[in-house]
């Protein structure tokens, strides 16, 4: 017997008096089950329930640790113009060529860098960099979970992919300023 499709047992859980037996776990709810085969089902959705749990406590015991294995970062920060005006807001990205990545809010054109917390700057060595920036758009419903709607880039494209964007930043030990200027021609 093929087992029931979730979305059938959702429906039987809203639209009938079943539903209703099965929720509070009476004999006939019980019967109702297994003449469904879905009792197998649900006792193995109950076992991977648990499997995903104990998988998200071993990953979050891992990462307690994870402070003690952090690569030291220095701090970086600085400026990004677009045709020599300061970009209103965005976000600016440094990839190592091996690590961790630092990113940074870019506010009336400045930015700082947080690797594993904000401002906490970027690991040492080169970076390739990407920038990007999108209209917000005003009067527009809320997207995704309440997540605000963007438009159009403010920028060209290609800068927010740092694999051709051609900025690359060298990190070096003590305070590291950068100012990025990115052009509207393409």
Not at 13 to 22: I, P
Not at 48 to 61: R, V
Not at 103 to 109: A, L, M, Q, T
Request: hydrophobic share 40%; glycine share 12%; net charge positive.
């Amino acid at each position: 017997m093929r087992p029931t499709p979730i979305r059938h047992v959702r429906h039987c859980f809203q639209a009938s008096s079943v539903g209703q037996r099965v929720a509070t776990g009476t004999a006939p709810a019980k019967q109702w089950l297994v003449d469904n085969g879905l009792s197998g089902a649900i006792r193995n959705a109950g076992w991977l329930l648990t499997l995903a749990a104990c998988g998200l406590a071993s990953l979050s015991h891992g990462c307690s640790r994870g402070a003690a294995t952090r690569v030291a970062t220095v701090p970086v920060h600085g400026t990004v113009t677009l045709d020599g005006k300061p970009l209103p807001y965005g976000q600016v990205v440094f990839q190592p060529l091996s690590g961790r990545v630092a990113k940074g809010v870019i506010k009336d054109g400045q930015f700082t860098l947080g690797t594993y917390k904000a401002a906490d700057g970027a690991v040492l060595g080169r970076h390739r960099v990407s920038v990007t920036a999108r209209k917000m758009l005003e009067g527009e419903e809320p997207g995704a979970l309440g997540m605000p709607r963007f438009g159009p880039s403010l920028i060209p494209e290609r800068y927010g992919d740092s694999a051709v964007s051609g900025l690359e930043f060298e990190v070096t030990s003590g305070d590291n300023a950068f100012h990025i200027e990115l052009s509207s021609r393409r």
